[in-house]
Nanobody, 123 residues
Framework: VQPVESGGGLVQAGGTLRLSCATSERTFSSWAMAWFRQAPGKEREFVAAINRSGSRLIYGDSVKGRFTISRDTIKHTLNLQMNSLKPEDTAVYYC?????????????????WGKGTLVTVSS
């Protein structure tokens, strides 16, 4: 099962977007999950991760205080609320999952990537 990311778009600096990641109920309930992003010509970057219960959250330094990761247990989706967006947040955003929060925050340990959703922040 591949993740299906959505919610990207074009927004002005200082604006907000909310991304969602859909997967199967079994995957959602069984794994820690994370968001990553990749800007053109750059390496994939860790954004945020959440453990299976939702009790532990971790963030990349560049998004701390601006982005919030959450799990919707009814819709079985992973969400990323992005506030105070900056032009440097422009990237394709991906979600993925892993056995624990330590593993899922390292993109090179993961496979089964989706197509991502493009976020463009204009200055």
């Amino acid at each position: 099962v591949q993740p299906v990311e959505s919610g990207g778009g074009l927004v002005q600096a200082g604006g907000t977007l909310r991304l969602s990641c859909a997967t199967s109920e079994r995957t959602f309930s069984s794994w820690a999950m994370a968001w990553f992003r990749q800007a053109p010509g750059k390496e994939r970057e860790f954004v945020a991760a959440i453990n299976r219960s939702g009790s532990r959250l971790i963030y990349g330094d560049s998004v701390k205080g601006r982005f919030t990761i959450s799990r919707d247990t009814i819709k079985h989706t992973l969400n990323l609320q992005m506030n105070s967006l900056k032009p440097e947040d422009t990237a394709v955003y991906y979600c993925n999952w892993g056995p624990d929060i330590a593993t899922v925050s390292n993109y090179y340990l993961l496979d089964n990537w989706g197509k991502g959703t493009l976020v463009t922040v204009s200055s």
